[in-house]
C-alpha cells in the first residue's frame, strides 16, 4: 500500500496529456484528486475512468482560478496534500513570423498563473505544516535555442521561481520541485510545420505515461529525501 493513498492533489492542465496520464497514475496508488482544465466534457470523461475524482474545469489563467480550486478541494475532500502545477502552452517562431500577443498569452499561462497558483496553495501547506508543489517545467528551461526564446524564458522563470521557494521552505515540513521534460508527445505539435515537428522529434518522443510515473517517483520518496528537479528526456534527444 502506497503512503499516497487517501492523499488529495490538485492537477492542473489534467483534460490530456501528462496532467491526465498523472491523473491514472497517482488514482492507481489511491489518491483523491481535483482536475481542472478548460475542458468540462474532457474533464468529465477523464473523471468517470477513476476511482475519486472531482472537477473544476476554468481557465487557470482566471486570477480567481487558484483560490477557487484550493476551496474545492478542502470543500470536497477536506484536505489538500499535492499541487502539480501543470497547465501550460508552447508557442515559437523566428522574430518575423512569431505572434506576439500569443507569445503574451504564454507568459500569462506559463508564468503567471503557475506563480499564483503556487502561492495560493504555499500559503495553505504553510497554515497546516506540510504539503507537496510540482511545478511542471522543461529541458528548455535549462538551455536555449534559436527560435524558442520566449518559450525558453518562461521555464527558466519555472526552474528559478521553484528552486527559491524550496529554499525558502526549507525546515516547514513542506516540499517543492520541477520536473523537467525533454520532447514528450502530448499532441502539443500537432499545428506546428514541418521543420519545427522534424525538430522537436529528432530525438524521438516521451510518452505522457512516462512523465507521470517520475510524478509518482517524485512524490513517493522518504519523507527527509526531495528531488527538487527531475529531468527526463527520450534516450536519443540531441538538444
Not at 524558442?148 to 524564458?153: D, M, S
Request: glycine letters at 8%.
Amino acid at each position: 500500500m502506497s503512503f499516497l493513498q487517501n492523499k488529495v492533489a490538485i492537477i492542473t492542465g489534467a483534460s490530456s496529456g501528462i496532467g491526465a496520464a498523472t491523473a491514472k497514475e497517482l488514482d492507481a496508488v489511491g489518491m483523491k484528486l481535483v482536475l481542472s482544465a478548460r475542458s468540462q466534457d474532457k474533464l468529465d470523461k477523464l473523471a468517470a475512468s477513476l476511482n475519486n475524482a472531482a472537477v473544476l474545469a476554468g481557465a487557470i489563467t482566471d486570477v480567481d482560478m487558484p483560490q477557487k480550486l484550493v476551496d474545492f478541494a478542502l470543500q470536497t475532500f477536506g484536505q489538500l496534500d499535492v499541487v502539480l502545477n501543470n497547465a501550460g502552452g508552447m508557442t515559437v517562431g523566428s522574430i518575423e513570423e512569431i505572434d506576439i500577443e500569443a507569445v503574451c498569452q504564454m507568459v500569462r499561462l506559463n508564468v503567471e498563473s503557475v506563480y499564483r497558483m503556487a502561492y495560493v496553495a504555499l500559503r495553505h501547506f504553510k497554515k497546516v505544516g506540510s504539503g507537496f508543489l510540482i511545478n511542471t517545467s522543461s529541458v528548455s528551461g535549462l538551455k536555449t535555442v534559436p527560435r524558442y526564446g520566449a518559450y525558453n524564458g518562461t521555464k527558466f522563470a519555472v526552474e528559478a521561481f521553484t528552486d527559491a521557494l524550496r529554499m525558502e521552505l526549507a525546515g516547514t515540513g513542506i516540499k517543492v520541485a520541477a520536473i523537467a521534460p525533454g520532447t514528450v508527445d502530448t499532441g502539443l505539435y500537432d499545428h506546428w510545420n514541418s521543420e519545427d515537428k522534424s525538430y522537436i522529434n529528432s530525438g524521438g518522443a516521451l510518452q505522457p505515461e512516462d512523465i507521470a510515473r517520475c510524478v509518482r517517483f517524485i512524490l513517493e520518496q522518504p519523507e527527509h529525501v526531495l528531488i527538487p528537479r527531475l529531468l527526463i528526456v527520450p534516450r536519443d534527444q540531441p538538444v
